[in-house]
């Protein structure tokens, strides 16, 4: 989980600290350009295809990751 933290991290280019139970709604730098680059991430580095509305019901790091890697 934790390259996935820092992987999330560098793609939307944050200084926030990162923990698994970090809201993605509070992270400051967090906005549509951030969704958008998230997706394209996920696609890339996990070979994971998410829908906006998936990444939509996702609260925390955490969950982001569990359905990235299930």
Do not use: C, G
């Not at 991290?9 to 680059?37: F, R």
């Not at 070979?47 to 569990?66: I, S």
């Amino acid at each position: 989980m934790e390259n996935f933290i820092e992987k999330f991290a560098e793609t939307i280019d944050t200084e926030a600290e990162i923990t698994p139970d970090t809201k993605i709604a509070d992270i400051p730098d967090w906005d549509s350009l951030s969704v958008i680059s998230v997706l394209t991430m996920v696609n890339l580095e996990y070979d994971k295809t998410l829908r906006r509305a998936e990444l939509q019901k996702v609260v925390t790091v955490r969950d982001l990751y569990e359905l990235v890697t299930q």
